[in-house]
């Protein structure tokens, strides 16, 4: 294929049905012939390691530590010279992202300023901005309900009140940076298939418009 890459990333709370989003794109993309790369945020390089090692508590940091460190993690996943994704679209490579720099700015300004967040991101959306940010919008509630079908028991209570914050925080965000960002929200409720036709119309659009 000619030109560059698209860069899509999917956007949403915990369990709101983001990676089954990118298979499905991913098996649409491969029956339409056009060259794609999956990739999810936080990576597995060493700064994603240090992350997950905070996430799962086994390591402590100030919340602005790990906002910076998100956007560290961020820089090599567009930059490092193995499997960059910003060299991947420059080949012509399709790139579809599980969470971008929208996850810190919902996720990161529930202890930080946003507007901080956004300005530590700058770098990012400097290199590589989305054609388009899909944002899978469910109501806590059902996202919980499906992460607790899937996944170990976590504090219920705890979890709604926190993503429930979260997902507030992706539309402030929206609201924020309009104008600047792409933003596609999709009704996360349907089945798989039925999100799956509507992220596809978004996609399509991006590849029509060039
Ligand atoms: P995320 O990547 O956003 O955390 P997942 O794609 O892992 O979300 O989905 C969370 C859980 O919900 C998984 O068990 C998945 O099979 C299920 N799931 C995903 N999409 C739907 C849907 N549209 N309807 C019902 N269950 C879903
Ligand atoms: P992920 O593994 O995608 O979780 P899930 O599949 O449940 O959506 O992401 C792990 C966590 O990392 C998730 O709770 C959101 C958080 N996160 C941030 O706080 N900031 C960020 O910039 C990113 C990319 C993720």
New binding site residues.
């Given amino acids: 294929m000619e030109g560059k890459g698209k860069f899509i990333a999917f956007e ?5 049905g ?2 089954t989003q990118v298979r499905l794109l991913a098996e649409r993309l491969r029956s339409e012939n056009i060259p794609f790369y999956t990739t ?3 990576t597995d390089s060493p700064v994603g390691s240090l992350i997950h090692q905070i ?1 799962t508590g086994r390591v402590k940091a100030d919340p602005k530590v790990i906002a910076a460190l ?1 956007v560290a993690d ?1 820089l090599d996943h567009l930059l490092n010279d193995v499997n960059g994704i910003s060299q991947k679209i420059d080949e012509g490579t399709t790139v579809i992202m ?4 929208f ?2 700015y919902a ?2 300004s529930v202890d930080a300023p946003m507007d901080w967040v956004i300005q530590a991101n700058e770098q990012s959306s400097a290199i590589l901005r989305p054609a388009v940010n899909i944002f899978i919008d469910i109501d806590p509630d059902t996202a919980l309900e499906r ?1 607790a079908k899937s996944r170990f028991q976590r504090e219920l209570f705890e979890e709604k009140s926190r993503l429930t914050i979260v997902r507030q925080k992706y539309i402030e965000a929206f609201d924020k940076l309009q104008g600047v960002e792409q933003v596609a929200v999709v009704d996360g409720n349907g089945s798989p298939k039925e999100i799956a036709a509507d992220v596809w119309d978004i996609v399509k659009k991006c590849f029509i418009m060039g």
């Fill in positions: 949403g709370i915990d369990g709101s983001k990676s999810m945020e936080p996430m998100f961020r599980d969470r971008y720099y996850s810190s996720y990161q992460i």
